[in-house]
């Protein structure tokens, strides 16, 4: 069982679309991350979201807690080629014994 | 060091050989975590530690699996008896006290392949 669902889990877009990915739980988590990760390296910390209803924006990217703290989304505008690359969301919190858990990823392409 | 330093990079192994991969932190970072990832896929929690001792284990596969951490710092994953499942990256990650609010800084991992 898989405790934080992510979706899509494959997005090819052309360059300039919007898109959005979804992470959800059926539990509460103290915080959330979302991750960047490419090819051959490991995952790269993009933001951390703590309090219900949070959003927080890096230029093109734009990231919401849920109020529940059960779900978060990232949004995308105007994507990059540069965007590509697997994205992660990891949920932390007394529930989750204090370890970092992961989606299973989305896997994002954006072609020029 | 600067970062999380993994080694090998890359390790292949016959089936049934054991292996020891190894994971440095950066310094200073109490908790340390092992996770492995197949390909294409997202990451699957092994074990966890803060300081040397391993409050949660539950992510490793089976009894072919141990970690150990010493000095609060360098921590070694074993795979006895290795298996073609058991092919994957396996990604270290620390961060400066427990995972709640805090950034994990992840090693570029190493690449186990079992033939």
Redesign the interface.
Known sequence: TQLLEQSPQFLSIQEGENLTVYCNSSSVFSSLQWYRQEPGEGPVLLVTVVTGGEVKKLKRLTFQFGDARKDSSLHITAAQPGDTGLYLCAGAGYNQGGKLIFGQGTELSVKP | GAG?SQSPSNKVTEKGKDVELRCDPISGHTAL?W?RQRL??????LI?F?GNSA??K?GLPSDRFSAERTGESVSTLTIQRTQQEDSAVY?C?SSPS????????????TRLTVV
């Not at chain 2, 294409?40 to 929690?45: D, S, T």
């Open positions: 999380v975590y996770y294409g896929q997202g990451l699957e929690f966890y803060q409050p949660d539950s990604l990650a427990g995972p709640m609010n805090t950034e994990a800084f992840f090693g570029q991992g």
